[in-house]
C-alpha cells in the first residue's frame, strides 16, 4: 500500500475507485454505453445488426468463460443452454403480449434450471467425461423441437413477435442497444461475480480441491453454481437471438454452435471477459470475410464452401502456438513486456500510474 | 494486495474501450461490395448491371445436392451475360451461404439488402430459413422470388406482397399423388411414412384429401435429424409391413427415402413406393444407396417407384431444354453433376431472367412484379404445367405429372400433368404444350 502513496493525487482517488468492484465496474460499464452509444448512431443498420449478435455472442461466451476458467469445466453443450433460452423466450413472446424483459428473464430462468440439473453429475464427473455429458445435451435438446413438434413448431420454428421500437428508433438500431445493454449488464454482473466470494472459492475449488474443502468450502456446490450462472449467460444470449432474429427453430442450435462457441472462448482467451468480445468478434466476422470472398467467384466449388471452416481451423492453430492463453492473453502480455522496457516507446505511452508497479510479477493465466 | 487492487475492474476498463475499437476498425475494414454501385432509384439496376442475392446452404448437414441450386442458377446468369445480358444489362448473383441457419439467413440477408443493394432475393433455400426474412424483405421492399421450398406460406399477398413461391407446394403434390393412389390401388392397403415437419405433414394433409382414410393402415414417421436418421427406418417400415400395407407412400428426404428402401429390402418387403419429388430423384437416390449399403444395393431397388415430376425427367435426354441445360451447365458450372437439383437451379435461372426480361428495359421493382402477377403465361421455362402467379396467387407450379422409375432408372410418365389452380380447388388436367425455348437462349 505505501507504493501509492508517491503516485500523483488522481491516481489515489482512481485506486480508491477500483477498491469498490460495483460502483467500479457499474462506472466502466456507463462508460461503454456511452461509447457503444455513439458508434451505432455513426454506423449503417446492417451494421447494428452485427453489433447486435457480437453482443450476444460475446455474452455467451463470457458464460462459458466464466465456466472453464473460473471453474476449470469444459461444456460441449453451451448451445443447448441458448436454445433453452431462445425458446423459453420466443414461446413467451408468441403467446403473450409482455414487457419485452418478461420473456427474456424467463428464458434465462429455464437455461438456469437446466444448468443446475447438468451441473449436478458435474460434481461427480471430470475433464473429457463432462465434456461427454454436455456433448449429448446439445444433441439432445437440438431434437426437441421436432420431437414436441406442437408446441416448437419442428423444423419450421416459431414466429416472434418482434417488439416495435418507440419513438421511431430504427428497429436494426433498437436491437443494437438491448443486446449491447444486456451485453453490458452481463459483463458488470460477471465481473462482480468473479471477483465476489463465490469467484474466489471458485478459483479455490478448480486450483485445488482438496486445499479447497479444507478451507471450509463445498467444492461440488460452488461447480452446481458455476454451471447455473454460465447457463444463464447462455440462456439470455438466447432470448436475445430470439428477438433479433424473429424466428427461433432447431437449425440456429446444431452442435456446431456449441463447439462454435468454444472456439471463441478459446480464441479470445479462457477465462476473461474481454476476451469474450475478442471470440464474438472473430465468430462473426470470419464467415463474413470467407462469405464475401465466396459470393463473388463464379462457381461454389466444395473448397470455397469450406474456406469458412479452414480459416477457422487456421486460426485457432495459429493462435494455439503463437498465444495460448487467446488474444486477450497475448494483448496483457505484450503489455506487460512493454513496461517492463524502460527505454522505449513504452515508457512514454505507459502513464505514471503504473510506474509502481514494474516489479509486479506476471499475473496468474487462465487455463 | 497491491495486485489484487490493481487488476480488479481491468478486465472491464479495457472491455469497453477494446470492443469499442475493435467494432469501429472491423466494421472499417469490411469490403463493401456493393461500394462501387450507387444506390440509383431502384437498388440493384443500373444501365449496365442488375444485382441479385441469395442465401443457400453450401457446407453443413443440408448442403449435399442443394449446393448444386445456386451455382446451376448462376450458370444461366453467366450465359446470358456472356449473349448481352438482360436488355443490355449483366446479371451478377452474389451466393451467400447460410448453412440453413436461419441465423446466418438474417444476417446475410441484411447484408444483401442494405451493403449490396441487390435489386432482388432470388431463390432463397429452406421454409425455416425464408421465413426469418419474409418480413424484412417485404418491409424494405426487396422482392423475395422464386423461394426453393414448397410451403404455402409463400402465398400471403396481402400481407407479403413482395413474396414468390416456385415449386409445388406440398399439399398441391400430396393431392396429386394421393388422386393417383385412389384411382390406381383403391383397393390395396396404404400405409405412409413421413418427415415430421411441414414439409411431411402438408404432404400427407394433402394425400388424405383424396385417399379414403379407412384405406389407411399405418402411419409412420421420423425425425428429419442427423440422429433422427442415423438408427435407420428399420423399425418404421417393419410396422408398414406388419400393417400389410400393399402401397407405402413416402414424404421424405432422399436421405430417408434410401434408408426405407434399403430396410424394406432387408425385410423382403416390396410395396409399391410412391414417393414426393423432393426425395425421388432417381440419380440422388442411387448414389446414397450405393453410399448407405456400401454398394451391396444400388439403383435396382428403385424399379416401379413411383413419384410425381414439375420439370422434364432428367434422363429425358432428347428434351430440348434438358438438351440446353446440358450445354449451359458444362461451359459455365465447372465440374456440375446433372441431377434433379441442378435441373432444378437451371430452370429457376431461366425463370428469372424470362421475368426481368418481361419486367421491360425500364426495370423497377414494380415492373418486376407487375410481370409476375401478369405475364404468368408468358415466363418461359422448362417446366410441365404453368406458373399461376397472380395479384392473388404467389404459388408457383400449378401441379405436376405422375412418373415411375424404370428398371434402368428412367422416368415414364404415367399420368399426364395435372394441376390445381386453386389450393382447395379440383385436380384439372393441364392440356398446355411445354414452353418453348425463348430467344436469348437460341443465341
Known amino acids: ?367 | 494486495m497491491k495486485d489484487s487492487i490493481r487488476s480488479r475492474g481491468r478486465p472491464l476498463a479495457a472491455a469497453a474501450v477494446l470492443s469499442a475499437a475493435a467494432l469501429a476498425s472491423a466494421l472499417l475494414v469490411i469490403p463493401s461490395s456493393g461500394a462501387s454501385l450507387r444506390p440509383a432509384r431502384t437498388p440493384g439496376v443500373t444501365a449496365h448491371r442488375i444485382v441479385l442475392g441469395t442465401t443457400t446452404p453450401l457446407t453443413g448437414p443440408a448442403a449435399p445436392g442443394y449446393d448444386e441450386i445456386a451455382p446451376a442458377a448462376n450458370a444461366v446468369f453467366s450465359y446470358i451475360n456472356a449473349h448481352g445480358g438482360v436488355h443490355g444489362r449483366k446479371i451478377t448473383y452474389l451466393i451467400k451461404n447460410d448453412q440453413y441457419d436461419p441465423t446466418l439467413t438474417v444476417q446475410y440477408t441484411q447484408q444483401l439488402v442494405e451493403n449490396d443493394h441487390i435489386f432482388a432475393d432470388v431463390g432463397g433455400l429452406g421454409t425455416p430459413t425464408q421465413t426469418s426474412v419474409q418480413s424484412f424483405l417485404n418491409k424494405h421492399h426487396v422482392p423475395q422470388v422464386f423461394v426453393e421450398s414448397g410451403c404455402a406460406c409463400w402465398s400471403q399477398p396481402k400481407k407479403f406482397p413482395y413474396t414468390f413461391g416456385w415449386q409445388p407446394n406440398y399439399i398441391v403434390e400430396g393431392k396429386i399423388l394421393g388422386a393417383y393412389i385412389k384411382s390406381h390401388f383403391g383397393r390395396k392397403r396404404i400405409g405412409y411414412l413421413y418427415q415430421d415437419d411441414e414439409f411431411g405433414q402438408d404432404g400427407v394433409k394433402g394425400l388424405n384429401r383424396e385417399i379414403p382414410h379407412r384405406r389407411v393402415v399405418g402411419e409412420q414417421n421420423y425425425q428429419g435429424t442427423v440422429q433422427g436418421l442415423g438408427a435407420g427406418l428399420g423399425s418404421q417400415v417393419s410396422a408398414l409391413q406388419s400393417a400389410g400395407a400393399q402401397v407405402v407412400a413416402l414424404y421424405t428426404i432422399p436421405a430417408a427415402t434410401a434408408l426405407a428402401l434399403l430396410a424394406a429390402a432387408q425385410l423382403n418387403y416390396h410395396p409399391i413406393w410412391v414417393v414426393s419429388s423432393v426425395g425421388a430423384d432417381p440419380p440422388t437416390l442411387a448414389g446414397l444407396l450405393g453410399a448407405f449399403s456400401k454398394g451391396k444395393a444400388g439403383a435396382s431397388l428403385l424399379n416401379g417407384m413411383i413419384t410425381n415430376a414439375y420439370l422434364p425427367p432428367e434422363t429425358a435426354g432428347t428434351n430440348p431444354w434438358n438438351r440446353l441445360a446440358k450445354a449451359i451447365l458444362k461451359r459455365y458450372d465447372k465440374g456440375f453433376h446433372w441431377d434433379g437439383n441442378s435441373e432444378y437451379g437451371f430452370a429457376l435461372g431461366v425463370t428469372t431472367v424470362e421475368a426481368l426480361e418481361q419486367a421491360g428495359r425500364n426495370l423497377t421493382v414494380k415492373s418486376f412484379l407487375n410481370a409476375l402477377e401478369t405475364h404468368a403465361k408468358a415466363l418461359s421455362n422448362p417446366g410441365l404445367v404453368p406458373l399461376i402467379y397472380s395479384r392473388s396467387d404467389h404459388y408457383g407450379f400449378s401441379g405436376s405429372e405422375v412418373v415411375k422409375i424404370t428398371h434402368d432408372g428412367r422416368a415414364i410418365s404415367v399420368l399426364t400433368p395435372r394441376e390445381i389452380t386453386t389450393l382447395r380447388g379440383p385436380i384439372t388436367v393441364y392440356r398446355g404444350k411445354p414452353d418453348s425455348i425463348p430467344a436469348q437462349f437460341r443465341k
Open chain 1, 1 to 367: 500500500m505505501s507504493l501509492i502513496e508517491h503516485r500523483l493525487p488522481g491516481a489515489k482517488s482512481l485506486e480508491r475507485l477500483r477498491s469498490q468492484p460495483l460502483v467500479w465496474h457499474l462506472l466502466l460499464g456507463v462508460l461503454a454505453a456511452a461509447v457503444l452509444y455513439l458508434l451505432t448512431s455513426s454506423v449503417s443498420f446492417y451494421d447494428n445488426t452485427i453489433i447486435a449478435e457480437i453482443a450476444w455472442y460475446a455474452i455467451a461466451i463470457a458464460g462459458l468463460s466464466v465456466l472453464t476458467g473460473g471453474s476449470g469445466q469444459i461444456s460441449l453443450g453451451h448451445g443447448a443452454f441458448m436454445a433453452v433460452g431462445a425458446y423459453g423466450a420466443g414461446l413467451m413472446m408468441e403467446h403473450f403480449r409482455l414487457p419485452l424483459v418478461v420473456p427474456i428473464l424467463v428464458g434465462i430462468a429455464a437455461a438456469a434450471l437446466l444448468g443446475t440439473v447438468v451441473g449436478l453429475p458435474a460434481t461427480r464427473l471430470r475433464g473429457p467425461y463432462l465434456a461427454g455429458v454436455t456433448l449429448a445435451l446439445a444433441l439432445a435438446v437440438q431434437d426437441l423441437p421436432t420431437k414436441f413438434s406442437s408446441l416448437f413448431n419442428g423444423d419450421s420454428g416459431i414466429i416472434v413477435n418482434q417488439a416495435t421500437p418507440p419513438g421511431g428508433v430504427n428497429p436494426q438500431r433498437w436491437l443494437a442497444w438491448i443486446s449491447l445493454l444486456a451485453a453490458i449488464l452481463t459483463m458488470v454482473v460477471l465481473a462482480n461475480f468473479m471477483k465476489s466470494r463465490f469467484g474466489r472459492a471458485l478459483k479455490a475449488v478448480r486450483d485445488d480441491d482438496i486445499a479447497a474443502q479444507a478451507a471450509g468450502l463445498n467444492p461440488n456446490r460452488m461447480r452446481v453454481l458455476a454451471f447455473a450462472v454460465s447457463a444463464a449467460a447462455a440462456g439470455l444470449a438466447g432470448g436475445l437471438e430470439a428477438l433479433w432474429g424473429g424466428i427461433v427453430s432447431p437449425n440456429s442450435f446444431s452442435l456446431f454452435l456449441s463447439i462454435q462457441l468454444l472456439a471463441g472462448m478459446v480464441i479470445g482467451g479462457a477465462g476473461t471477459l474481454i476476451g469474450a468480445w475478442w471470440g464474438a468478434l472473430a465468430l462473426v466476422y470470419v464467415p463474413q470475410w470467407t462469405n464475401s470472398i465466396t459470393s463473388h467467384l463464379s462457381s461454389a466449388s466444395t473448397v470455397t464452401a469450406n474456406l469458412q471452416n479452414a480459416v477457422f481451423g487456421v486460426l485457432i492453430i495459429v493462435i494455439m502456438m503463437a498465444a495460448p492463453s487467446g488474444i486477450q492473453g497475448w494483448l496483457r502480455a505484450g503489455y506487460r513486456r512493454l513496461r517492463r522496457r524502460p527505454s522505449s516507446l513504452a515508457s512514454a505511452l505507459s502513464p505514471p500510474l503504473d510506474l509502481s508497479s514494474t516489479s509486479t510479477p506476471p499475473e496468474r493465466t487462465s487455463p
